[in-house]
């Protein structure tokens, strides 16, 4: 990937610290998607003590999960403190009272301060499309898991948001909509990480607005900023804006405008290590035969 399109780290934690607030208002899209993960769930026979929420936002995902594994120790983590915050003081005096808070880190995901082989099931609801590769990632996320142990996540795919890059093209060249990286990518990046037999599938959906400004008070409302490193610095111009107006205004259909999300679904499991050496090598074992 160009590094013009390379996520700024920094400015996505001050992107979800300020949105904190105003997140779950806004955030309708990435709570059905949230339930739409979660119900696969439901095919899988899986009793998890240990589970990370690996992105877990105001903790909606966290929320779900504990409801649906009322005993197990469930870790929040996320990049912004201002979320985890947010997420903390939904628990209230009752959950303190009765221990049902979950731990909370605050922490990147490429970098994750578990142990290795410490978890059961590592879920990840549209967090590592504000990552610059999914490699670092994957690869922590099949260290911490323990072997037989499941990844969930979603993220978004590279038709996500398509109306509004296109209408901001013909504003001036650099990125306004940030890079997502394609299914098949992200697939491969799971083999490469040790991951078994990835599943992965995908599907689009299409959300309406009344204009433009709509839409980016939305994306503003969740934290959704472009962080490409290859952004403008400044503001957009009048006249740069109104051009990109006028080329979103071409997709209207019924009076609204749309915008497109292409939802990337999948998961995987870490597989339980062939018997081998320490050097890696597999051992192989020959036996005379038995004498007819």
Known sequence: MSEAFHTDK???????????????????????????MLERLDLVKLAPTHVLDAGSGTGYVSS???????DTRLIELDLAMGMLKASAAKAGWLGKLFGKRNWQVCADLESLPVADGALDMVCSSLAIQWLNEPDAAFAEFHRVLRPEGLLMFTTFGPDTLAELRQAFARADDRPHVNQFIDMHDLGDALTRAGFASPVMDMEKIVLTYDDIKAVMRDLKAIGAHNVA???????????????????????????????????????AWKPTPKPGRADGSQVIEFRPRSPR
């Open 10 to 36: 920094a400015q996505v934690r001050r992107s979800f610290d300020r949105a904190a607030a105003t997140y779950d208002g806004a955030a309708v899209l990435q709570r059905e998607v949230a339930d739409r």
């Open 64 to 70: 779900r999960l504990r409801e649906r594994y009322p």
């Open 229 to 267: 490193l290859g952004r403008g610095k400044g503001l957009l111009g009048k006249s740069a804006f109104q051009r990109a107006e006028a080329m979103y205004e071409q997709l209207r259909r019924d009076g609204r405008l749309p915008a497109t999300f292409e939802v990337v679904y999948g998961h």
